[in-house]
């Protein structure tokens, strides 16, 4: 690792043990902002040297290729992670996790994050893919994102600018900041929800993985038809499709591009099988672009 001259610049950054499954390669450049004075700086150095720009969160979404990516690599620091209430309202930093932000929400009797206990990640990456789980999901609370974008403008978004849909947004830049609506309600239900929820949680396999790795198409699960393609259990190289939900792929190696491959090899299969594109919920870092094609 070598460090530059501005603030917080690495460069050859290992990005495996930043993500959770745990593999792949290093970023060209990494740099943690702690505050949105060196955030602007950064992003100057990037457009300078026309950088390709990507944020990450805790990278419980995201596969970097073992090749690595080229360009900066942001992770937000601890200016990011602040959270503040005003009745309903609740504005909290993206770098703030998602656990925290569903705790301060239950202290403060605040209704509507509960359903939401036990996603991992940030709120930035939250608000990215719109995270949610049993028909809740973030971008419903939201009232405003703050985004600097590449240039360094600093815009405030409604939420219809947000483009919210299943498990997407058309959120782009750094997401700096939200602004959150949320119910009035008491701490005890709101805790005895969040529990249920992360009880909930408990059929979801452990392990090295990044959630579910394809999104249900319309009208049907994602994990049944993998299932009923027989791929439970399925693996390439260090990678292998979970037995208990054919939809979350474990990594047990050192290697992304495994779980790459196995991805396609189920896309494959999936298409083969029932006519069905699965579309991935997983981000694809520093891949080939046709890494998932399927020959149709
Ligand atoms: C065990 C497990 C269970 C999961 N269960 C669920 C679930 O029930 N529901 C669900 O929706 N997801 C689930 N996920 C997936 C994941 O937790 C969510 O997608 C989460 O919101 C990602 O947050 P993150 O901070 O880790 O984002 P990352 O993985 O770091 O990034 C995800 C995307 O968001 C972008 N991003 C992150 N932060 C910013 C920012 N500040 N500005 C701009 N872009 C940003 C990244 O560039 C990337 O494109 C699960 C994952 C795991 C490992």
């Known amino acids: 690792?070598?460090?530059?001259?501005?603030?917080?610049?690495?460069?050859?950054?290992?990005?495996?043990?930043?993500?959770?499954?745990?593999?792949?390669?290093?970023?060209e450049y990494f740099a943690r902002p702690e505050d949105a004075a060196e955030l602007a700086e950064l992003l100057r150095f990037a457009a300078e040297r026309s950088l390709p720009l990507r944020v990450l969160g805790r990278g419980t979404n995201v596969l970097v290729s073992d090749a690595g990516v080229e360009g900066l690599v942001l992770s937000l620091g601890e200016g990011f992670r602040r959270i503040e209430r005003d009745g309903r309202l609740v504005r909290a930093g993206a770098a703030v996790s998602m656990g925290m932000l569903v705790r301060f929400a239950v202290t403060n009797g605040l209704g509507g994050l509960a359903p939401l206990a036990g996603i991992p990640g940030t709120l930035g990456g939250a608000l990215v893919g719109n995270?949610?789980?049993?028909?809740?999901?973030?971008?419903?609370?939201?009232?405003?994102?703050?985004?600097?974008?590449?240039?360094?403008?600093?815009?405030?978004?409604?939420?219809?600018?947000?483009?919210?849909?299943?498990?997407?947004?058309?959120?782009?830049?750094?997401?700096?900041?939200?602004?959150?609506?949320?119910?009035?309600?008491?701490?005890?239900?709101?805790?005895?929800?969040?529990?249920?929820a992360v009880l909930d949680r408990r059929r979801f396999p452990r392990g090295r993985t990044a959630g579910s790795v394809f999104k249900n198409p319309p009208g049907c699960s994602a994990a049944a038809l993998l299932d009923a393609a027989g791929l439970k259990g399925a693996s390439v190289g260090g990678a292998v499709v979970s037995g208990r939900h054919a939809n979350f792929i474990i990594c047990r190696s050192e290697s992304a591009d495994d779980v790459a491959r196995l991805m396609a090899a189920c896309r494959r299969a999936v298409f083969e099988r029932f006519g069905v594109l699965l579309e991935p919920e997983i981000r694809l870092w520093g891949f080939p672009p046709d890494i998932l094609e399927v020959k149709t």
């Open 131 to 196: 995270a949610g789980s049993g028909g809740a999901e973030i971008g419903a609370l939201v009232e405003s994102v703050t985004v600097v974008t590449p240039e360094g403008a600093v815009r405030e978004l409604s939420a219809a600018e947000c483009g919210f849909g299943y498990r997407r947004s058309s959120l782009s830049g750094v997401v700096v900041s939200a602004l959150l609506r949320l119910r009035p309600s008491d701490a005890e239900t709101e805790a005895a929800s969040a529990r249920a």
């Open 1 to 27: 690792m070598t460090a530059t001259d501005v603030g917080s610049l690495r460069k050859r950054v290992p990005l495996g043990p930043l993500t959770s499954y745990r593999c792949g390669g290093e970023a």
